[in-house]
T-cell receptor, first 111, second 115 residues
Framework: GENVEQHPSTLSVQEGDSAVIKCTYS??????FPWYKQELGKGPQLIID?????GEKKDQRIAVTLNKTAKHFSLHITETQPEDSAVYFC??????????FGTGTSLTVIP | EAGVAQSPRYKIIEKRQSVAFWCNPI?????LYWYQQILGQGPKLLIQ????????DSQLPKDRFSAERLKGVDSTLKIQPAKLEDSAVYLC?????????????FGSGTRLTVV
């Protein structure tokens, strides 16, 4: 099956700085890569996603890049704010069926 | 649009007892998933339904876990008997079929503590 690795496990940044989280996947057939934000006591919330026919996608302060050859994808958050503090999960999927999740990154934005 | 509803939000039981969780997906979503999220880890799929049929239950510990989705809408996940290692958050998700992930939405989960 698919194996998704995520780094770092924890990340602290100063407010206004950028944060980058990286994931690798093993199954070259995976073609859908969502990123989820999970706040304490809540379910994962989709923040951005990318499909294998696209190399980069941006939504305001959030961007995701995908390198299919190297089988890795990254989440970039610019101008971080305290409300960005949460656990972030990457995932990989074939055709949007079962999601294989990374182990999560706990992001802390220091005011 | 209403989200994925789950109940209860929290449950504490003793080992060897049984427990059931309920999920109501987003209206019109034919595909329903149950995930287990152990503290500090990412969610892992337990079972996937397409309407009321099982698509994938390869990671469901069938000796103690069971799930059903009658009438292709609501679903229940049961654990009997529970073990300490079943302590986790159980997440339900639903999606439109054949959309490659569009609309894939998680509920808030049920936090199970087995003591």
């Amino acid at each position: 099956g698919e194996n998704v690795e995520q780094h770092p496990s924890t990340l602290s940044v100063q407010e206004g700085d950028s944060a980058v989280i990286k994931c690798t996947y093993s199954d070259s057939a995976s073609n859908y890569f969502p990123w989820y934000k999970q706040e304490l006591g809540k379910g994962p919330q989709l923040i951005i996603d990318i499909r294998s026919n696209v190399g980069e996608k941006k939504d305001q302060r959030i961007a995701v890049t995908l390198n299919k050859t190297a089988k890795h994808f990254s989440l970039h958050i610019t101008e971080t704010q305290p409300e960005d503090s949460a656990v972030y999960f990457c995932a990989a999927s074939k055709a949007g069926n079962q999601f294989y999740f990374g182990t999560g990154t706990s992001l802390t934005v220091i005011p | 649009e209403a989200g994925v509803a789950q109940s209860p939000r929290y449950k504490i039981i003793e080992k060897r007892q049984s427990v059931a969780f309920w999920c109501n997906p987003i209206s019109g979503h034919a595909t329903l998933y149950w995930y287990q999220q152990i503290l500090g880890q990412g969610p892992k799929l337990l079972i996937q339904f397409q309407n009321n049929g099982v698509v994938d239950d390869s990671q469901l510990p069938k000796d103690r876990f069971s799930a059903e989705r009658l009438k292709g809408v609501d679903s229940t996940l049961k654990i009997q008997p529970a073990k300490l290692e079943d302590s986790a958050v159980y997440l339900c998700a639903s999606s439109l079929s054949g959309t490659g992930g569009y609309g894939y939405t998680f509920g808030s989960g049920t936090r199970l503590t087995v003591v």
